[in-house]
């Protein structure tokens, strides 16, 4: 192969990268279904809080930032300890939500060097919720 075939090559290489890139930056922000995008709607948008309150409780700042003012419990160990499961689509009512969650006992062990070995109690609890601004913020969040 001749020096220019392989530079012509590499260019139609790189340009073929670039469209890939635009179209994937272009699907990422548009959606490339119809509706809404996942996790947009506010129950959605509930659920996902909620889903992810165990990781964030690995965390003693990024705990503290899901709960409203004066909200935040004490005992943050337990809830990285706990296996938290929306058990059904949450209630949205204007700027307030609820919705059924379902605590058991994660698997004990270590997770990103922290201890999940506080025991926690299993059932079902109702947590309340109230959106500040254009965030949805946990107001209670019993344990059972």
Same mark, same amino acid.
């Given at each position: 192969?001749?020096?220019?075939?392989?530079?012509?090559?590499?260019?139609?290489?790189?340009?073929? +990268?670039?469209?890939?890139? @635009?179209?994937? &930056? /272009?699907?990422?922000?548009?959606?490339?279904?119809?509706? #809404? *995008?996942?996790?947009?709607?506010?129950?959605?948008?509930?659920?996902?809080?909620?889903?992810?309150?165990?990781?964030?409780?690995?965390?003693?700042?990024? +705990?503290?930032?899901?709960? @409203?003012?004066? &909200? /935040?419990?004490?005992?943050?160990?337990?809830?990285?300890? #706990? *296996?938290?499961?929306?058990?059904?689509?949450?209630?949205?009512?204007?700027?307030?939500?609820?919705?059924?969650?379902?605590?058991?006992?994660?698997?004990?062990?270590?997770?990103?060097?922290?201890?999940? &070995? /506080?025991?926690?109690?299993?059932?079902?609890?109702?947590?309340? *919720?109230?959106?500040?601004?254009?965030?949805?913020?946990?107001?209670?969040?019993?344990?059972?």
């Amino acid at each position: 192969m001749r020096p220019v075939d392989l530079y012509e090559k590499k260019a139609e290489l790189m340009l073929l +990268f670039r469209v890939w890139y @635009v179209m994937l &930056a /272009v699907c990422g922000i548009l959606g490339c279904g119809e509706g #809404a *995008l996942p996790g947009s709607t506010p129950p959605e948008k509930v659920a996902s809080l909620i889903q992810g309150l165990n990781d964030s409780a690995s965390s003693d700042e990024t +705990f503290q930032t899901l709960f @409203v003012s004066g &909200a /935040v419990p004490e005992d943050r160990a337990k809830y990285f300890s #706990a *296996l938290i499961e929306v058990v059904d689509v949450p209630k949205v009512h204007g700027n307030e939500a609820t919705a059924q969650v379902k605590i058991s006992q994660a698997s004990i062990g270590t997770e990103g060097g922290h201890s999940k &070995a /506080v025991e926690v109690g299993e059932g079902t609890v109702t947590w309340k *919720l109230k959106l500040e601004g254009e965030e949805w913020k946990l107001v209670e969040a019993p344990l059972p």
